[in-house]
């Protein structure tokens, strides 16, 4: 008897459906056959998680199981959306909705707000900031640009946690949720007429497009019914992200139904600051027992090399420190060992890490096969700055160029001011600190989290850059540090074809180059220094994790001990390197050793020389010493005690900082040469006409007594 027709062509596609099949490993195959939910699958970095949920909703449709019109995909970014069209229709498939949680719940609030409550849906705000600064002004409370940003993230911290305003003081610090500029009182009266102006203005935000989605399918059980029978199968990719709001809507969109399959990696869990809430992943299969747990654990990206340390890392947080989470196998052949380095300051880390990419870049690597990631946006400009001097394109990703931030065009100006009203002092680091603490910065950084951490990091950086030049260019004035502002500045904004990536550890996050740098991994910035709970520094660890399953071939990390040249030498590498086992060592076979005589040469400055030995003195700190730090010291500790205590009295005499009186370089300089006239105290690098005349009789009385 022949085989009837529609049965005929159900086996065509089955067979059709096989072949997809074929290019799958056995664990991404059990994924694209679990066609009947729930199915949570934990998938590590770069074990294929997009193919595998690709090709499952490809397999459903083409054995008839899935109808593609009655599908849901949804991700985070529309890049991610993005990608999932074009690999589905890569496999053929055509009419699945892959979207964004918020683009799908604003098409649904669109089409049916009219129909449940007339009108059409309020117009969403542009912008939360001119609603926010309204809402500040009528509680009396003043703010500028980076206040703003701090307040916006709260509000929408909140309402992704289905938190009210007038839960928020009370639910807030629970979470962790501190601003150095607003307390908890403060933000939460802010949220509340912020809520009310949006209501006067008839304008919605994008968190409220969720909210709105929530409610119509909450409050109406024929848009609930229209909408569950228009999609009967939902697939969440990035599930360790999804937000309590999100997980009503997906709640609501069920209906009490289980044909749904969530994707996520709970070691990738890095914003639970923005509300995200992993458990839901963690838990998933303890909430549907029915449900097929599978787990994507080979890693097709990374080298064997690499994926033992990112094994590791995860490794020291222990079973209970990261529940789910699943040990990655390399499918690469043997790749370059990791390289760990030390430097002496970020300046010197800078350098060493430009070189490496020139040399990279020599070797036939591709500039966008490269990126240096580091913890917070502040730690860029050094960066920028040494691969701008090797004429090497960079590309920044989460993080605006270190010469157009807010405060550092705020900055710029108040110092062009001072320079032209004139300079009041000789000291070109207490001419920079003084005009910067009048506009707020302070010497030590703020309490808390957000804005105003990041501006005090920026200005802090421009202080340090303004030591630096002064240490190379003792005779330098404003003007001068303006015009090598500037000069940094217009060789940064240089048009780039290709570049170097640079970016934030967050940032990265779902990228993947063939060489990374991991830069600034000490300890007080990864973790970051305001991590204090277990909780906060267990992500900091899963931070770290995502930095190293960035990386394809080649892993270099570094840090540094000291902030700026000169520094004393006091910080040690991150803790999570601890489980490696990693020995320390000055740079080698990495980075050839920095040619700073051609340099300076090429500078035409004349060269400073070590008055115990007379060699070129090409380090900042060494400059400062007046000697190679490695020259014996003929130091006068009696003299350099009793200078320290003057110096102390000084500071709270005058209400600043020890080290805008003298530095300890310039202190332990006066305490070796032991000046006994002015002539002599000049030549003392620190010692400008200002402190001279300020101070100079104090300190000569002390040297001569």
Not at 672 to 691: N, V, W, Y
């Amino acid at each position: 008897m022949s085989q009837p027709v529609s049965d005929l062509t159900q086996s065509v596609a089955v067979g059709s459906a096989d072949s997809l099949l074929e290019a799958l490993d056995p664990e991404q195959r059990a994924v694209a056959t679990s066609l009947h939910g729930p199915v949570v699958v934990m998938a590590g970095a770069g074990t294929g998680k997009t193919r595998a949920i690709t090709h499952r909703i490809a397999y459903g449709v083409r054995t008839g199981t899935f109808d593609p019109l009655r599908v849901l995909a949804v991700t985070f970014t529309q890049r991610a959306a993005g990608e999932m069209r074009g690999r589905l229709a890569q496999l053929g498939v055509e009419g699945v909705q892959a979207r964004t949680f918020h683009s799908a719940a604003l098409r649904q609030a669109r089409w049916f707000w009219p129909k449940v409550y007339g009108g059409e849906l309020p117009m969403i705000a542009d912008r939360k900031f001119p609603l926010l600064t309204e809402a500040a002004s009528r509680c009396r409370v003043r703010v500028d640009t980076p206040a703003l940003r701090d307040l916006a993230g709260e509000v929408e911290w909140a309402k992704v946690s289905n938190v009210r305003p007038d839960d928020y003081a009370k639910l807030a610090p629970r979470s962790g949720r501190t601003l150095a500029a607003f307390d908890p009182a403060t933000i939460a009266r802010i949220f509340a007429a912020y809520e009310d102006v949006k209501l006067e203005r008839g304008r919605i935000d994008l968190e409220d497009v969720l909210l709105c989605a929530v409610a119509l399918l909450a409050e109406d059980e024929r848009v609930a019914a229209e909408i569950r029978r228009q999609y009967r199968t939902f697939v969440v990719d990035e599930y360790q992200d999804v937000s309590p709001l999100q997980q009503s809507l997906l709640d609501l969109w069920l209906g009490g139904r289980e044909d749904v399959c969530v994707v996520g990696d709970p070691a990738q869990t890095i914003y639970s600051w923005a509300g995200a809430e992993p458990e839901n992943l963690v838990r998933f299969a303890s909430r549907h027992p029915s449900a097929n747990v599978i787990k994507l654990v080979r890693d097709y990206r990374s080298t064997p090399q690499i994926v033992d340390v990112a094994n590791k890392i995860l490794d020291a947080a222990g079973p209970s420190g990261l529940p789910g989470r699943v040990t990655l196998r390399s499918q690469r052949d043997a790749g370059p060992v990791p390289i760990y380095r030390e430097y002496s300051d970020e300046v010197a880390e800078a350098d060493a890490v430009a070189r490496a990419i020139a040399r990279l870049r020599d070797e036939g690597i591709q500039l966008r096969d490269i990126a240096v990631l580091f913890r917070t946006n502040a730690q860029s400009e050094n960066f920028e700055q040494a691969l701008a001097e090797r004429k090497i394109p960079a590309v920044l990703k989460g993080a605006e160029r270190f010469f157009e931030r807010a405060e550092i065009r705020q900055a710029a100006v108040l110092l062009r001011g001072q320079a032209k009203a004139g300079d009041v002092s000789d000291d070109l680091v207490e001419v920079v600190t003084g005009v910067l603490g009048g506009a707020g910065w302070t010497p030590e950084p703020p309490t808390g989290t957000g804005a105003v951490r990041d501006r005090w990091e920026s200005l802090s950086a421009l202080v340090t850059m303004t030591s630096d030049f002064a240490a190379e260019n003792p005779s330098a004035k404003l003007l001068d540090l303006m015009a090598e502002l500037d000069r940094r500045a217009s060789i940064q904004h240089a048009p780039l074809a290709e570049g170097a990536t640079l970016a934030t550890l967050h940032a990265a996050k779902g990228l993947e180059w063939k060489c990374v740098f991991i830069v600034g991994a000490h300890e007080g910035t990864l973790p970051i220094s305001y991590a204090q709970t277990p909780a906060q520094v267990e992500e900091e660890r899963r931070l770290f994790y995502v930095g190293v399953t960035r990386a394809k071939d080649q892993l270099f990390i570094s840090w540094s001990t000291s902030r700026s040249p000169g520094g004393r030498g006091q910080r040690g590498p991150t803790r999570f390197l601890d489980p490696i086992g990693v020995r320390t060592s000055r740079p080698t076979a990495w980075e050839p050793s920095p040619d700073r005589t051609e340099r300076a040469a090429r500078s035409g400055r004349p060269i400073p020389k070590c008055r115990v030995c007379g060699r070129g003195l090409l380090d900042p700190g060494a400059r400062k010493l007046g000697r190679c730090e490695d020259c014996p010291s003929t130091i006068d500790q009696d003299l350099y005690d009793a200078l320290v205590a003057w110096r102390t009295e000084q500071a709270e005499s005058e209400s600043m900082p020890a080290f805008v009186i003298l530095t300890d370089a310039t202190l332990t300089a006066i305490a070796e040469t032991r000046p006994a006239d002015e002539q002599s105290l000049r030549r003392i690098p620190g010692i400008g006409h200002t402190k001279l005349t300020k101070y100079g009789a104090h300190i000569l009385t002390l040297c001569t007594r």
